[in-house]
């Protein structure tokens, strides 16, 4: 009896292991309750806009809502008001960019995606326009081999750039 109950334990605790592990690889990025967007803004940083910060470029911290996107390297550039930032992506699975949803970039025309610029070190790099610091951007990245647009949101931190960087100029 006592052989019985261990062989059957084993075999729940195997079955139970393996589809935790499988249930990782396969699973997408759950809608918010409500079916709204994810939030992953901090709560106590307010928008930042280009406006309001020095022309310049600033190392700066991107977060991501999926693992399965991350930026290991991200540039800002802040000129004339107008703020982009140059993404470096810890892989190459992406082929391209879409400011917005899967859904949007579905039914916009090519050109208003951001295609990856290979890197010295072979990294996939993307220029995007970058409409506030501090708040939740959607983007949809395409990918290579599964053939579809994943959604992701996406957080430019403002935390790294130099208080005097900042100023108190409000958005017009």
């Not at 693992?67 to 390297?73: H, P, R, V």
Request: one cysteine or more.
């Amino acid at each position: 009896m006592k052989k019985t109950i261990i062989i059957f334990l084993t075999i729940v605790l195997t079955a139970i292991s393996a589809c935790m592990a499988f249930a990782g690889c396969a699973a997408k990025t759950p809608p918010a309750p409500g079916g709204g967007p994810v939030q992953i803004a901090n709560e106590k940083a307010r928008p930042i806009y280009g406006n309001q910060i020095k022309d310049g470029t600033y190392a700066i911290e991107v977060s991501s809502s999926s693992s399965m996107f991350k930026i290991i390297d991200a540039q800002l550039t802040v000129d004339g008001g107008e703020m982009s930032a140059v993404l470096t992506l810890s892989g190459t699975g992406y082929e391209k960019l879409y400011l917005g949803t899967g859904e949007e970039a579905s039914a916009a025309a090519d050109d208003k995606c951001v295609y990856y610029v290979e890197d010295a070190e072979g990294n996939h790099t993307y220029k995007v326009p970058v409409a506030a610091l501090n708040q939740d951007t959607d983007c949809a990245a395409w990918s290579i081999r599964k053939k579809m647009w994943y959604d992701r949101v996406l957080v430019f931190q403002s935390a790294l750039i130099p208080e005097d960087a900042i100023t108190a100029k409000k958005r017009d």
